[in-house]
């Protein structure tokens, strides 16, 4: 066995853990702009969680997930997506109690698990950044959510990405779509794909969802689920849109899109983006109305979204937008002989305890070593401790940029370390 990280994974190293925690606090703090408040959820689940309530035959759960039975003989999976966990958690800590302001707004981050081949955004573990909104069925929800996704993207500064939406409608428009589907497909069975004819006698519209060319060729003139939208459903698809007009969001409609889960109703969308020629899905979600009945509790009408996070920096990465990061450090303690070691370990906790940045020498390098040591940490300040300098009490403490210098004494900087940075200034 190779002691290698297992496929499809990925060690986020610290070059780039930087950019993660960006975005991150980007998120964060959009989110938070929004009265959204963070959940954290287990990275595992009873099966049972995930399997009935995003379904059965969709890919996820028939393909894609990491279950295993642990020493109590418990079906566990690792959690493939977020939604269901976070209204498995609504429910189990009566969150729906009328004591709780509705609607109910969640956000979460965190890693995801699902057995795919890998490729170019797309891994088997990876980590998504979501929202979930429980207790309206107010279509400014629905229209809010997906802005907060925009928000998140303009603040960035991603470019071309495109929303596309559609409506699964209510489930009586979906019960009359799917006849209408099967209809439509079953002359057309045989050319359909081994898992595709499997799909039509299951789950028809899971058809519309294939990534098989002879699927999506097969589909291609398929009837439109919005013909089949009855008044209530298509009252909130024309909501949903002009809602979305009146905020400049620019969005096109996308009838064969179906999403790859099986608890949305109404609204679903995508926000997809080319990277290299493919259409990449950075964000992706819709209306659940049924979900939190599902796992016993009352009937809350629920609107959410999933964000890959990887597929967002490697957007980031392909449209060269480089992210604000600051990697300075605010002093180098360049430490001259071993008898400085511990005089050095104090005035350096000294400078950390007053809010500063500071990194020094451990390994009792020659001068030369430890300035360069300094540039390349893009030290600000280079403070420079020997023997001599411990008895005298003094030090140098020297701009690194322009060289200038001034002699401080221990106590000052150990004091008010501040203070000695306007005094080299000025
Ligand atoms: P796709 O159609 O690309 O397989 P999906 O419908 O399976 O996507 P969702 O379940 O909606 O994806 O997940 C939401 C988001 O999570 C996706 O839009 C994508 O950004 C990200 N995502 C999904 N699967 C993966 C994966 N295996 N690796 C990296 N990111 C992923
Ligand atoms: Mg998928």
Redesign the pocket.
Known sequence: MKLQKPKGTQDILPQDSAKWQYVEQLARDTFKKYRYQEIRTPIFEHYEVISRSVGDTT??VSKEMYDFYDKGDRHITLRP?GTAPVVRSYVENKFFAPEVQKPVKLYYMGS?F?Y?RPQA????E?H?LGVECFGSSNPAVDVEVMAMAHHLFKELGIQNVTLHLNSLGNSSSRAAYRQALIDYLTPLRDSLSKDSQRRLEENPLRVLDS?EPEDKVAVENAPSILDYLDEESQDHFDQVKELLESLGIPYIINTNMV???DYYNHTIF?FITDVAGND??????GRYDSLVEYFGGPDTPSFGF???L??LLLILEKQGISLPLTEELDVYLAVLGSEANGRALELIQALRHQGFTAERDYLNRKIKAQFKAADSFKARTIITLGESEIKAGQVQVKNNQNRQEITVSLEEIEKDFAQVLKNLEA
């Open positions: 890919d996820i997506e995801m699902r795919e955004g797309r891994l088997r990876f998504q990534k999403r790859g889960l995508e990449l899905t950075i964000c992706a979600g999933g964000l890959g990887e597929r």
